[in-house]
């Protein structure tokens, strides 16, 4: 006791709780701080509060006052913030500031504004409470049936069996009631038992259990006639349609539409008397709370499938509810700094400098999961480990932690007599206790474990007896810590009991000199007892980001990769909280979307909207049920979208302005919702968005559609700026308000938008959403209008996402053309042409592609359309370049462009893939090189380059850098060939242009060969020639494998060269793609020539077979190359003169690009050759 007196009485000693008293869902409010100049309470009113305080009773304050909760009715004492019976928030909401005050205020303790004029109680603040509204909701139902009801209505007179099944009714209704059940029907002798509604928890499953292991021990241990009772027990949790109200037995009762009561009853029906039998998901979601028998799959009436069943046996003794509910540790990813100083903690402390951490965090953010690791990482350290946890059922139990800690301690097991439990405790006791004898006198009744007749018990005050127990227990920790380090854990110290945060606010205080680290869990709305200190520290665990949550759901799916929508889209809705990536990652593999290919996880078709894990599904929506008054006004905002505004959500609700932001203002207290701005310009976010896929789901089908038909006409009329930059919102909810027709117009909408934008991934979305919309629409002209126009749309976006040449676009070019045919003259023929012309060229079915141009052509010509004579004559030109018809394809890029005006309406339609200006432009710029004009080629590349970034077109300026990228590669260029391929590469992959991404790697990947880095160069040519034919595309294909060769033979590889130009010329000769033919021999004659692996003869065949196909294309910088090459050849043979003459009238007839390599080489040779003559 002296040691006792010692402590700071005014902050440790026992004293009354003020305003520390426990909301039924653990919530606790902060303690109000007592004034200085406030009298001092009496010795004997502090004895009197300590005492209703140890035993554990609420306190209310002097100047409470009866209130009733307006949704159960529920008798409440004046100031209660929560109902105690169905757990609604009754504060009372500044709609102001949106601080929560007590139900009795008039005005608000924050800012001072009115609460009786401007707000009215929370509960009430957009009317009455919410009728029974059907909703989907996960419930855990329980279904219990008395056995032999029948023999004992033969046993005893109707009276009698009345009072007995009367008491079992009313026994049976107080226990599913004080384990926050409902009971929704007597059904003869059975009782059907709802848990999670109407207010969800984050632990039904476990509540039903714990009501059902309560059901059969009542039962068997009362003492009037009910001994002769016995019951089946039989519990199932999934999905239901719960609310509207049928007629029962006289009564309306919420009808409940589902196969988990069925279930439930199936399960009862094969149950042994007094004993419960519950279904996989309830299993599952229970964990290791509980022992369990497992009996097998059974065949159960009604269902198809045998059902796996489990039988209960009881409570588990672990060590914490984590243990408990996760079947394996998640990996710890993302908290190295959060380890690291837990480590530095525990090294102060080791050197007797104790140390407090209080690690924070929302639930599932990962505290356990950290406590864990630092145990890990102290696994080889000598030291001793003492864990405490609180639980949500025992908030009100004094010392419950401790106590669970000491019967672990102990290992105390359920079915343990009296007096083997009393040895277990003695011998735990024995080397730690400072007076061992005493200490189990103290701990023994704690424990509920009789003394009997070897062991006075001490005649002590409930006081004193504290106080003793309080300095036993730290005595016990100085014991352990002059022996070795002591680590400390107190997991989940907001639901620990009042009691119990007194002992440990104490052992703060003594372990400051202690080699003692004390790591303490909560949640963020705990308030620790004790005051600050230099030794106290607090971390608060932040979500993980982008990569760690990556990580995590590779960890999760052991290793293998995810496809990238799905692992998108299991971030975005899971916030960075690790529980929430863990579980939604299991939801998905075993949800049958994914294929498992052994290293790698593939999608079964397209990705559907996720389901919410069962794990996660109560505990989402267990807030929002106690704000059922504001339940319709969530919904909407949930079908609104995870953001949405004050303006919208007001003009969609019509609710008045008080109390919409009573009730906007009660979400984000509740922190349902995060608000940024004031009211009228307010904008609101869902603190996560699974949550807001909860609240949604919960919706059912014909109220869903009723709130997004709400919100499209209230967008519509009130809202055209934003329907104008997003008419896929629109889209969206006309979709999914069962308006088929307007969405489909507005998904046609959102995809041309989207297109413009060059947003081309988004694009195929939406047409794609509208195709498929149409298809349930009944088959008239109109119908074929909107899906011509849809298949057009569709072709344009694929080209960007797949490729000119892919099948998804010659798919959805031809079913366009077909619909064509099906009308009368059409406009949108001209586009599906073109659109087909894109394909058939990108595959190098030129003779095809040219006469699809001739058509464009002759349309252009018979409309007067300019702007199809721009795309028209592009068509025509790129058609003839490849099939080296030179000079007809430079007229065809002059005239297309003389045509070209940026702002003609027809132009921008024509514009969905790439700007047919740009086009003209570019393709002029391979033209003129290629005719020997180099220094314009390069200025009409980057006038090509410069009209992409004026018009802002993202795929135009990927297009024209890759064409640029062309003419550097033919210029020999290498830098500049580096950086626009870099440049493209970027963009491309930004925006998902597939073709050019392809395009631009294989020249990054030559142009990194020439700089030196021949194997990394490599690489990417040849992935970027994959792409390409993955993509459909043939076009390039001879000019790609010349850049190979050109590769292999930097890498002295020249036998794979070769087989790559041999490859070029079988593609050339299949495609008749011939633009390039010229270099094809002349690099097959220089590489054969090189290494000697042809006589000259052969070598001379090859190049003067380039020089003739030069010559008669009109290539002039190939017939220079060529003729160069034939010249170095003469040269060695000693023909000087030859050579001379061959080479320079070529070279004079050039008028420019004197500084290119090529017209160089050729200047330096004919000086030597000048030389010799001389």
Known sequence: MARLRAWPRSRHAWQPDRGRSRSPRGRRPRRRQQSAASPRRSRKACFRRNMVRWRCTWVFPPWSASMECPICKADLPGGSKFCTKCGADVSRVCSTCGRPNQAHSNFCSDCGASLTLDTPASPTAIGQPPSHTAEHRQLSVMFCDLVDSV??????????????????????????????????????????????????????????????????????????ALEKLRLRVGIATGMVVIGEFVASAGADQ????????????????????????????????????????????????????????????????????????????????????????????WARAKRGEGQVVLVTGEAGIGKSRLTLALQERLAAEAHTRLIYHGSPYHQDSALYPVISQLVRAAGIEHEDSADQKLAKLETALAPTAE?????????????????????????????????????????????????????????????????SLEIFSLTVERIASLPVLLVITARPEFAPPWPSHAYVSTVTLNRLGKHEGEALAFSIAKGKELPPEVLNRILEHTDGVPLFVEELTKTVLESGLLHDEGDRYVLRGTLPPL?????????????????????????????????????????????IEQDLRAALAQLVAAELIFQRGLPPEAKYLFKHALVQDAVYASLVRSRRQQIHAQIARALEEQFPDGVASEPEMLAHHFTAAGLTERGVLYWKQAGQHASDRSAFVEATRHFN??????????DTPARTQQELALHIGLGAALIATTGHGSVEVEHAYLKAHALCLQMDETPELAPVLLGLWRCYIARSQLRTARELGETLLRLSNLNDDPALAV??????????????????????????????????RRVQEFRSAHDPGVSCRSYSALCLWLLGFPDQAHARGQDALALAHELKHPFSVAYALCCCA??????????????????????????????????????????????????????????????LRAQGAGIWLPFRCTMLAEVFDLLGNTEEGLRSLAEAQTLMDQTEERWWEAEIYRLQGTLLLRHSMAPPAEVETWLRRALDVARRQEARSLELRAATSLARLWQHQGKHAEAHDLLEPVYDWFTEGFDAPDLKEAKALLEEFRGKTL
């Open 769 to 778: 959403t509208g195709i498929e919309l149409l298809k349930t629409l009944p």
């Open 611 to 655: 389901a919410i894990p069962s794990t996660l599904h109560a505990s989402l929506l267990a807030r929002l049920d106690r704000l059922a008054a504001v339940k319709d006004v969530v919904q909407t905002a949930a079908a609104i979208g995870r953001e949405f505004s004050y303006s919208l959500i007001a003009a969609v609700t019509g609710l």
């Open 435 to 499: 007076n061992p004898k005493e200490a189990l006198s103290l701990f023994a009744p704690l424990l509920s474990i009789p003394l009997g007749s070897q062991h006075a018990p001490l005649d002590l005050t409930p006081q004193r007896r504290k106080d003793r127990t309080f300095r036993a227990l730290l005595g016990q920790l100085e014991v352990l810590a002059t022996r070795q380090p002591v680590l400390m854990v107190l997991e989940d110290a907001h639901w620990f009991d009042p009691t």
């Open 871 to 904: 795309v028209a004559h592009y068509a025509l030109g790129q058609s003839s370049l490849l099939l080296a018809e030179l000079p007809e394809a430079r007229r065809h890029f002059e005239d297309g462009f003389s045509h070209y005006s940026p702002e003609q």
């Open 151 to 224: 023999a004992l209505a033969e046993r005893l007179d109707p009276e009698s069996l009345r009072d007995v099944l009367t008491a079992y009714q009313r026994r049976a209704t107080e226990i599913v009631e004080a384990a926050g059940g409902v009971v929704a029907q007597y059904q003869g002798d059975g009782i059907l038992a709802y848990f999670g509604y109407p207010v969800a928890s984050e632990d039904d499953t476990e509540r039903a259990i714990r009501a059902g292991l309560g059901l059969v021990k009542d039962v068997e241990s009362s003492a009037s």
């Open 966 to 1027: 062309f003419v550097s590669q033919f210029r020999r260029d290498v830098r500049n060939v580096r950086e626009q391929a870099e440049a493209a590469v970027a963009l491309a992959t930004e925006h998902g242009f597939a073709p050019w991404a392809a395009l631009a790697t294989s020249f990054r990947g030559w142009a990194l060969a020439m700089e030196g880095k021949s194997e990394k160069g490599l690489v990417e040519l040849q992935q970027g020639i994959a792409a």
């Open 254 to 345: 919420p009808a409940i539409v589902g196969g988990t009561p069925n279930l439930a009853a199936r399960l009862q029906s094969i149950a042994e008397p007094n004993t419960i039998i519950i279904a996989p998901t309830t299993r599952r979601l229970a964990g290791g709370l509980f022992e369990y028998a497992d009996l097998g799959p059974r065949n159960l009436k009604g269902f198809s499938q045998p059902i796996r069943a489990w039988q209960v046996l009881g409570e588990s003794v672990v060590g914490s509810r984590i243990e408990a509910l996760r079947s394996a540790h998640t990996p710890l990813i993302g908290r190295e700094e959060e380890v690291e100083l837990l480590l530095r903690r």
